[in-house]
């Protein structure tokens, strides 16, 4: 039988030219998380089917790349529907697996615990152009800190990276939800609506103030809760957004609000103005909402000037890890948006900096073992020096093979000859 | 519904402590290798299931973990067995995968294509101790070189991998496909007979001489035919076995033997012999069998002191790309056994070199956001003075938690008060 050559339909093989950047930006990411404290940790790329169908994934748990079971477990005739068949998936993200990783480790980490993954997530969306079912996902938690110092963290880690990788004059938009539910109930709409309410000012910066308030009154909300709330976004404009939209809103939604939300808000932002270190902007955006169902406080969001989307995001969740342990832990988490960047940087014709410097030895064909022997001590001693040395044999177009090589990077061509 | 905190059955968590050791492995692992021109490549974990299942991965076939169509495609109740239900396959090697990747991209790549890879692989084998159904494969490999510069570049590549990371007096074992057939054909065995013929010599460094002399006569074959294959293996003996035992099997074989196979092993164990840069044996075995099929040539094994069992291997396979391409082109890979070495150096008490200096900076509950920035700001000048920082509320049960932050490496612990 004929074999496929292409890949999985969807998942793409990476070449060395964009791996070269993958695995630098990877080692960026890692050392600059590792300077913050953050442990590197990794979890299988399978869960209990169960675990990852437990409404926490929202939309994602429809694109569930299912594991099927194995010898007698397997009863392929008798099975009626899927779950027959099933016993473990392919994780969607790293959020899941890392709670129940907690879950599971909790004695034996630090607390508070601060993790790092990198890990590839698969999703069967339908393939389109730059957009896998495979990719890598780049995740930095702390679980067990209830204060905004973890918010504090998570943001100035990022940002440091995304400005290590050289990008600059990004945005990090910030929200809460706990604000975002005050508007609404301020508004008048009722708790099972705000689900569609969030669904619609999700799409702000798309369709306008005008498109949001002629979704929400297409819906059947009344006239009235929907030009109060558009009234909110209107007063957080009118007072200048930022710190005073911020002010605004705790004043005007009294009664709605948690108390704390106010001072939580403007604390993260004061204290990662005074810190930060890349060059971006902390933005209180009221608009931001985040699709995922299991934030629970602070969310936010990178946006770059180059890309349209957005380039990673996250927020706190506390209500995940008692899921599993039917006890609450406070957790908070962050996502660089990994295959966005490297995307950014070879558009940009990147160069990894500090590269091993290249020699290739070209032997000619017909050498003896002995002179062989020689060569490749010599390309040891080179090696050891640091540099990088490929051994290759001559071929008949030389010329053309040299021309090549040069193309790969090879500055030093060094040949050898029978005598 | 209860979530269970637990790994999917037979794969682990992967906590701190062990992390970082992979960590450190796998970069001393990539910087080698690619010292030595190999360029890293990725291919995707899951491959069409008839990529996967065309025999020539051996016993792995029957470990595969399947994945389940999606929509549409999948058709439960009309399922009449295991194939209607499936179209993708976790991989259970690199090579497959590397092979495939090489058909598709060849006109992208250099050649000879020196590949390196680090990946997961999935087999569903019976979980047991230390043996997982999740775990890591480092392969590299040389597509499209006929000569033994591959062997003898790989050779050296892995063991000098290996000698960095602190390994001493392993031995790489040698043999040849090509002597192993002729051995069995010059005995009088048949070609249909060989491969159970391999499989019990493969037993010999556990049974014996008279023990595989045993199963042989137990499978009916020929006393005759039994004597003068054992008695190859004696006269490689009374030669003084090396480079001795080779000369000795080629003059014997006559006839029986390819005219450069001689050649090619002596001059490998010369080349690696002479530039060799770890403490190591390259030692000729004529009992090295190694499992899978589709090995054409000189085939090698990683033997550790520490260990049982093998620690890496790999071999020339020739045949390979042509089932993709339908036109062979030259292979040889070299896998070494990172799971194992990462046990190694766990079990030894192996600690990570040249790491960050780390510091905590321990803050008093309360402090106003203005206070918290400063030290935040204090604790960026120091990450980027090269330490790793963790900044973290002061628990009320301080002695406890500094004791704790000790215990993790941190040397240096700095409290911040309120006034």
């Known amino acids: 039988m004929a074999l496929s050559k292409k890949p999985v339909n969807g998942m793409k093989d990476i070449l060395p030219e964009e791996m070269q950047v993958r695995d630098y930006v990877q080692s960026v990411i890692k050392d600059t998380y590792r300077s913050f404290g953050f442990t590197p940790i990794e979890t299988p790329c399978m869960e209990n089917i169960a675990n990852l169908s437990n409404k926490q994934g929202g939309e994602n748990e ?238 936010f969001e990178i946006a770059m000037p180059e890309l349209g989307a957005a380039c990673g995001g996250g927020g706190r969740y506390d209500k995940m890890v008692g899921k599993f342990t039917g006890q609450d832990v406070p957790a908070c988490g962050f996502s660089i948006g990994f295959e966005r960047i490297v995307l950014l940087l070879l558009e940009s014709g990147f160069t990894v900096p500090n590269q091993r410097e290249k020699v290739a030895f070209l032997i000619e064909k017909g050498f003896s073992a002995a002179k062989l022997a020689e060569v490749i001590a010599k390309a040891q001693q080179e090696r050891q020096a640091g540099k990088q040395v490929l051994v290759v044999r001559m071929n008949k177009n030389k010329k053309f093979q040299k021309e090549k090589l040069t193309t790969e990077g090879y500055g030093d061509i060094v040949e050898f000859f029978n005598n």
């Open 62 to 299: 429809k694109l569930i790349f299912k594991v099927m079971k194995r010898g007698e477990k397997l009863k392929v005739e008798e099975a009626k529907v899927e779950a027959d068949l099933v016993d473990f998936g392919m994780r969607y993200d790293l959020t899941v697996p890392l709670v129940r990783f907690y879950s599971n480790n909790a004695n034996d980490l630090p607390s508070p615990f601060k993790a790092l993954q990198m890990g590839n997530v698969w999703r069967a969306d339908r393939p389109q152009r730059g957009r896998y079912r495979q990719f890598m996902q780049c995740d930095i938690d702390i679980i067990g800190e209830p204060s905004n110092l973890a918010e504090i963290e998570l943001i100035l880690a990022t940002t440091t990276t995304i400005g290590k990788l050289g990008f600059k004059n990004f945005e990090i938009r910030i929200n809460e939800r706990r604000l975002l539910k005050a508007m609404a109930a301020y508004s008048g709409f009722a708790e099972d609506q705000y689900d569609t309410v969030f669904i619609i000012l999700d799409k702000m910066d798309k369709i306008g103030m005008d498109g949001v308030a002629g979704e929400l009154l297409k819906e059947g909300y009344p006239q009235e809760a929907v030009d109060k709330y558009l009234g909110l976004f209107q007063g957080v404009e009118e007072a200048g957004g930022g710190l005073e939209g911020i002010k605004y809103l705790a004043k005007t939604l009294e009664g709605f609000l948690e108390a704390d939300v106010e001072q939580n808000l403007l604390e993260i932002i004061d204290s990662v103005e005074n810190a930060k270190t890349a060059d971006f902007k902390l933005v209180f955006d009221p608009t931001l909402v985040r699709g995922m169902g299991y934030y629970t406080g602070t969310i």
